[in-house]
Nanobody
Framework: VQLVESGGGLVQAGGSLRLSCSVS????????LGWFRQAPGKERDIVAA????????LYADSVKGRFTISRDNAKNTVYLQMNSLKPEDTAVYFC?????????????????WGQGTQVTVSS
């Protein structure tokens, strides 16, 4: 299974970005998927996660109401729409797949990881 993120970049505070993660491999629709982020010197934290059906989602408190996770099983892709970005959202964002259908906040429960994409929000 391979995950490839795209869509990161530099944006001003208050702006928006949409991250995409293309997942190759079998049984994409049976994976729960998550977005995590890691800032320099900090731990890797959950941003959002979505169940295999898309029916269940979870968000970090810091991004609720600003970020939206979604998936398109026909395209083997998961998205993270990020609005009202803040400088504290600056981090490397990682896409991850969990080979069971249920969502989780715990990074070690995710089996497959992308290489990450940098998001920088300027003030």
């Amino acid at each position: 299974v391979q995950l490839v993120e795209s869509g990161g970049g530099l944006v001003q505070a208050g702006g928006s970005l949409r991250l995409s993660c293309s997942v190759s491999g079998r049984s994409f629709s049976s994976y729960a998927l998550g977005w995590f982020r890691q800032a320099p010197g900090k731990e890797r934290d959950i941003v959002a996660a979505i169940s295999w059906s898309g029916g269940s989602t979870l968000y970090a408190d810091s991004v609720k109401g600003r970020f939206t996770i979604s998936r398109d099983n026909a395209k083997n892709t998961v998205y993270l729409q990020m609005n009202s970005l803040k400088p504290e959202d600056t981090a490397v964002y990682f896409c991850a797949a969990k080979n069971t259908p249920t969502i989780s906040r715990i990074h070690w429960q995710y089996t497959y990881w992308g290489q990450g994409t940098q998001v920088t929000v300027s003030s």
